[in-house]
């Protein structure tokens, strides 16, 4: 039985037709070749069978070449082949002289390509058929039993018997010997064909699990070779870096991942780098660069030579994101006692001041500069009474009673009530509800409601107004909206956004806008931003900001959808 599949065949018979076209080749040119020396052979009818014959197995190959690509059944296809061989080569040979021709080693190359194909059992089959074909058309001719065309020189009945029977056991011999050659070399074909096929699907099977294995992995994996060209990139290196995977493959690195190009680019090839971190442009993604951790070690060879570098790659965008919410709350813990023990230690001392100088104003009559000094300290006792109760809001906020609320209604009765009351009346504050249909009115959306406090949700939308208010310059805009959108887990939330027409806010500042304390206002606390950010992360939201310096900024607040909404309420 064939072990070959059928590329393989079809290779092996489209060799064999190239033999046969070498060897018509060689029976042509020796054909004129003997007859030159007296051109007026190559006129007589044996020449013109001669030419005739191979003429129309010119015409056999070609045809063969033709109809190949549409057979289905390409050995019984390569059989009629040889079968046709045999035939044409019987012919030739009683063209020639029968026993005395020098066209005999037909018969083996028959044999040979019978063993390349069917192997032994081919071998044996067509060295029988070849050794009775030589035989039978020697006896025939030497016995004028088959016709002679005119002009032929070697006339098959010139041989004595001795020669006959000598021509043709030697012809047998060397036939015979060829085919046992030839099986036993079929036979180590057939068993390195089932080898190399074993080994075949083994390589596609482990192929197979090292691409599974590839992309089943959570890190991003870049192999590379020496000269640098990505060779494998799989799906989580896609995700991480923007780049489809078909994109990265067969490129420079320094044009897939510039950054990790730039950190192995003052290595030696069998250098490793077990850790490092780098920043890495994301395009499409709009929180930013991601923080990535590397580790690159070399590729070698079964030599234990490098030839390239694998690359792993882990991003710790998250990571850094909860260590900087820790050490947020450790902050927070401390200034929590602080906070403690400054309430008691500076409200009293405050209280008493106060006191005595609203006393002081009452029984001493001044001039305008000591009531103007009054008032200036019965301010500044009021603020510091308004910081440390800010500190203390943040620090240990008070129980929250939470309650489903429609913020629809919520943001519209907050937004009306702060533009009435706002300190720059020239800045002009609005509300909208993004509609998802462009076609549907805002009052026909469905309500979003979500689980909170409506005092602390009032205090967050009031903070975050007063501060876009106050970034505005006069006639300025600050609009509030309100949509409904997805996160990127599918979880549906609702979004609330402040965007002002503000100077930005700078690059080097929005890392600490959340952090206690820090303020770029005259006279700020630096409370108000790090409260909010409190209060939303307690109601199960997030919140983000996007600046553009010079342009505005946006605050963008998601809550998550109640599963119920059950009554709602303000």
Do not use: C
Not at 30 to 58: E, I, R
Not at 92 to 97: N, Q, S, W
Not at 472 to 480: C, E, L, M, N, Q
Not at 497 to 508: A, N, Q, W
């Amino acid at each position: 039985m064939s072990t070959l599949h059928g590329p393989d065949l079809r290779r092996r018979i489209t060799q064999l037709m190239l033999l046969r076209l070498v060897a018509l080749t060689v029976v042509l040119g020796a054909t004129v070749g003997l007859h030159y020396a007296s051109p007026d052979q190559l006129t007589k009818p044996n020449a013109t069978w001669l030419f005739a014959l191979v003429a129309a197995n010119y015409a056999l190959t070609l045809g063969y070449a033709l109809v190949l690509p549409r057979i289905k059944n390409v050995l019984r296809f390569a059989d009629a082949q040889i079968t046709l061989d045999l035939g044409f080569t019987t012919a030739l040979i009683h063209l020639t002289g029968g026993a005395q021709s020098g066209f005999g080693f037909f018969f083996p190359l028959s044999i040979i390509a019978a063993a390349s194909l069917r192997y032994r059992r081919g071998a044996i089959s067509v060295a029988v058929a070849s050794i009775l074909l030589f035989a039978g058309v020697s006896l025939l001719g030497w016995l004028h039993w088959l016709p002679i065309p005119d002009g032929q020189q070697l006339l098959p009945w010139e041989l004595k018997p001795f020669a006959l029977v000598r021509e043709i056991v030697v012809n047998a011999g060397a036939f015979g010997t060829v085919a046992v050659l030839a099986a036993h070399l079929g036979e180590q074909l057939r068993l390195s064909g089932v080898r190399l096929e074993s080994q075949r699907i083994r390589t596609a099977d482990l192929a197979a699990l090292n691409e599974d294995i590839i992309r089943s992995l959570l890190s991003g994996l870049i192999t590379i070779d020496a000269e640098g060209t990505v060779l494998t990139f799989n799906r989580t290196a896609s995700e991480l870096l923007g780049l489809q995977r078909t994109e990265a493959r067969g490129r420079p690195l320094s044009e897939v991942f510039p950054e990790l190009a730039t950190l192995i680019s003052g290595l030696d090839l069998p250098d490793a780098i077990r850790r490092a971190e780098i920043e890495a442009a994301r395009p499409g993604h709009a929180a930013g660069p991601a923080v990535l951790g590397i580790s690159v070690s070399p590729i070698t060879d079964h030599q234990g030579i490098a030839v390239g570098r694998i690359a792993n790659i882990h991003d710790l965008s998250e990571l850094r994101k909860m260590e900087l919410q820790v050490r947020r709350a450790e902050h927070l813990a401390t200034v929590g006692e602080m906070a403690a023990a400054l309430a008691h230690e500076v409200r009293n001392p405050l209280a008493s001041i106060s006191g005595a100088v609203e006393l002081l104003r009452s029984n001493v009559r001044g001039d305008d500069d000591s009531d103007a000094l009054t008032a200036i300290v019965l301010r500044e006792v009021g603020r510091l009474d308004g910081l440390v109760t800010d500190l203390l809001e943040y620090s240990r906020p008070r129980e929250r009673i939470f309650a489903p609320i429609d913020l629809a209604p919520l943001l519209t009765e907050t937004v009306r009530v702060f533009a009435q009351d706002a300190t720059t009346p020239k800045v002009q504050v609005s509300y909208s509800r993004v509609t998802s249909d462009p076609g549907t009115s805002a009052s026909m959306e469905p309500s979003l409601v979500i689980q909170g406090d409506v005092s602390q949700l009032r205090q967050v939308l009031w903070n975050l107004m007063r501060n876009a208010v106050e970034a505005t310059p006069s006639y300025g805009h600050v609009v509030v909206r309100l949509a409904q959108a997805a996160r990127a887990d599918g979880v549906s939330v609702a979004r609330i956004s402040v965007t002002d027409e503000g100077g930005g806010i700078l690059v080097e500042d929005l890392e600490r806008i959340f952090q206690p304390f820090f303020t770029t206002k005259p006279g700020g606390t630096g409370l108000g931003l790090p409260l909010v950010q409190r209060i939303v992360t307690e109601h199960g939201g997030t919140i983000s900001v996007e600046t553009t310096p010079g342009f505005g900024t946006e605050f963008q607040l998601l809550f998550p959808l109640a599963e119920s909404p059950g009554d709602h309420s303000l």
